[in-house]
């Protein structure tokens, strides 16, 4: 089977975790009305985006909202890759930390996000997450029926070579659930987007919470799916919600076959590894 369809989920996050899984659920539960085969949600779905909660809501791995994802995967039958959670481990170290389930409800990935985001903009945006996370060390790809999928998490795809290591190993999309603010969302969102798309010839897929101005931390929602050419298949706007797309894997090796820049690479010239 060469095509595949995929929802993503913007949603709401609130100070309460049970309100917020139970959105989740509920937007999971109409994506797979529609015969949905993998569901995507947003980075730190289950807490509010705020370095100082990091520690608060922080789970084990195989804790509550572990379980709750692996259990609607399993009863629905679809992949789902659980956007992000606080993760602490037994060390008391935290991580920005995404799930990916199987049709049965096994783990068959886990990305700890690997580039932290740290950033100072004069007059605009400032976050630190290194405050209260760790960063992860792993590059992640994981295998269906349908192709092998690259995952990774909001500031760690500004990174082209964690991308190219991702399509090296054999993605033909890359899922990013993600969180951009208003200063780097309307700067950046769209275009990283179609750049990695179009430089790796895969699908790119982001998914982000939808905008709550009353937060102290205010995402810029407008979750979006591109093209291995780079064309937008779909885009939100701020507000909750899901859309639905198909992933057609031929029309990836359509696209390579035509332009074969991968296999045009001068690695005598530059580092076999990106």
Known sequence: MRHMYLAVIQMKTTEDKLTNLKTATKFINKACEQKVDMVILPEMFNCPYNTSNFPIYAELENG????????????????????????????????????VFDRKGKQIAKHRKVHLFNIQIEGGQYFKESDTLNAGNNVTTFNTEFATFGLAICYDFRFPELSRMMVNNGA????IPA??????????????????????????????????????????????????????????????????????FSYVDKIRNELPLLSHRRLDLYNQNT
């Not at 033909?172 to 899922?175: N, V, Y």
């Not at 208003?182 to 700067?187: E, K, V």
Request: charged share 20%.
């Open 172 to 175: 033909k999309a890359i899922i």
């Open 179 to 248: 969180s951009f603010n208003l200063t780097t969302g309307p700067a950046h969102w769209e275009i990283l987007f179609k750049s990695r798309a179009i430089d790796n010839q895969v699908y790119t897929i982001g998914c982000s919470s939808s905008r709550d101005c009353s937060a102290s931390y205010i995402s810029y929602g407008n979750s979006i799916a591109v093209s291995p050419w780079g064309e937008i298949i779909n885009r939100m706007d701020e507000k909750e919600g899901y859309f639905i797309c198909k992933l057609d």
């Open 64 to 99: 509550d909202t572990y379980k709750y994802l692996s259990d609607l995967a399993k009863k629905h039958k679809v992949y789902i890759v659980g956007g992000s959670i606080p993760e602490k481990d037994f060390n008391g170290n935290i991580y920005n930390t995404s799930y």
